[in-house]
Nanobody, 126 residues
Framework: QVEVAERGGGSVEIGGSLRLSCVVSGHSDPISCMGWFRQAPGKQREAVARLHIGSNVPYYADSVKGRFTISQDKGKHTIYLQMKGLTPEDSAMYYC???????????????????WGQGTQVNVSS
């Protein structure tokens, strides 16, 4: 059974930084894509950052480009989301997701991932 577990959320002041981590376990087939998604109350879920595991190609939402960095530690089946310059608009529940399907051209989808974590809360306040 594939499990996805996030860690690292919390409260931070405006302009601060946080680092989220996500580990996937229990998979026999390779993971092709992993990503970070967030959802604030009353808003739709947003694909914040995705990573094609094999090629290490990242994809970012326009709202976080230049501030967030997604990375991986293949040996630990773990991805990270380094967040800098946080604003109140970044406050949300952050979810990690993983998928084993093969996507063309090192692409990673923005939705419909198969495996999801329980989420970790990020709060940014003044």
């Amino acid at each position: 059974q594939v499990e996805v577990a996030e860690r690292g959320g919390g409260s931070v002041e405006i302009g601060g930084s946080l680092r989220l981590s996500c580990v996937v376990s229990g998979h026999s087939d390779p993971i092709s894509c992993m990503g970070w998604f967030r959802q604030a109350p009353g808003k739709q879920r947003e694909a914040v950052a995705r990573l094609h595991i094999g090629s290490n190609v990242p994809y970012y939402a326009d709202s976080v480009k230049g501030r967030f960095t997604i990375s991986q530690d293949k040996g630990k089946h773990t991805i990270y989301l380094q967040m800098k310059g946080l604003t109140p608009e970044d406050s949300a529940m952050y979810y990690c997701a993983a998928d084993q399907r093969v996507f063309s051209n090192s692409g990673c989808p923005v939705r419909d991932y198969v495996y999801w974590g329980q989420g970790t809360q990020v709060n940014v306040s003044s």
